[in-house]
T-cell receptor
Framework: NAGVTQTPKFRVLKTGQSMTLLCAQD?????MYWYRQDPGMGLRLIHY???????AKGEVPDGYNVSRLKKQNFLLGLESAAPSQTSVYFC???????????????FGPGTRLTVL | AQSVTQPDIHITVSEGASLELRCNYS??????LFWYVQSPGQGLQLLLK??????LVQGIKGFEAEFKRSQSSFNLRKPSVHWSDAAEYFC???????????FGTGTRLKVLA
């Protein structure tokens, strides 16, 4: 049981390049999330998905796109990378709501992205 | 608006000393509360969670937290800190009617030998 895995672990891009980050979970969770983590700002939600084929915007969606074609995978795309997107990106998954509220989330190990 | 505040950005304690990390929340109903730990270069790991019931919650690695509704707090405690506890700690609340967390900005713990 690998839990939540992220690929790649590290990446360096030049401004304007594109890339896709892959998140995979083997816990059959319905909900998946992409966060970015920047010093002093905690975790900020980029996009999330409440099921296969669905996606929704979080707090900071600009410059990112996502897709959830398969339940176990959640892809984060950067169309034209900018230095402001230098960050650590975390994926998480959750089994669903508990009493109408967000339930425990399980996090991947992160992807450190640098945009030059 | 719902929010989570961790007033201490950095805390330094000596190994063997007790620890308390503060978390205050603003929420319209009984919240679902979480504490996560992030070791350097790692992802977030759940320490403990509060959904309902007993307000003193036990977690992994010897941590506990107490939910105090009157103070809107969910402080994390450990009686004796180990050097391996040096990490960043995040408090989070489960938002009503959504699938999302609201995270605090984190407290970085340094442990002196």
């Amino acid at each position: 049981n690998a839990g939540v895995t992220q690929t790649p672990k590290f990446r360096v891009l030049k401004t304007g390049q594109s890339m896709t980050l892959l998140c995979a979970q083997d816990m059959n969770h319905e909900y998946m999330y992409w966060y970015r983590q920047d010093p002093g700002m905690g975790l900020r939600l980029i996009h999330y998905s409440v099921g296969e084929g669905t996606t929704a915007k979080g707090e900071v969606p600009d410059g990112y796109n996502v897709s959830r074609l398969k339940k176990q995978n959640f892809l984060l795309g950067l169309e034209s990378a900018a230095p402001s997107q230098t960050s650590v990106y975390f994926c998480a998954s959750s089994p669903g709501l508990a009493g109408g509220r967000a339930n425990e989330q399980f996090f991947g190990p992160g992807t450190r992205l640098t945009v030059l | 608006a719902q929010s989570v505040t961790q007033p201490d950005i950095h805390i330094t304690v000596s190994e063997g000393a007790s620890l308390e990390l503060r978390c205050n929340y603003s929420y319209g109903a009984t919240p679902y509360l979480f504490w996560y730990v992030q070791s350097p270069g790692q992802g977030l790991q759940l320490l403990l969670k509060y959904f309902s019931g007993d307000t003193l919650v036990q977690g992994i690695k010897g941590f506990e937290a107490e939910f105090k509704r009157s103070q809107s707090s969910f402080n994390l405690r450990k009686p004796s800190v180990h050097w391996s506890d040096a990490a960043e700690y995040f408090c989070a609340v489960g938002a009503t009617g959504t699938y999302k967390y609201i995270f605090g900005t984190g407290t970085r713990l340094k442990v002196l030998a």
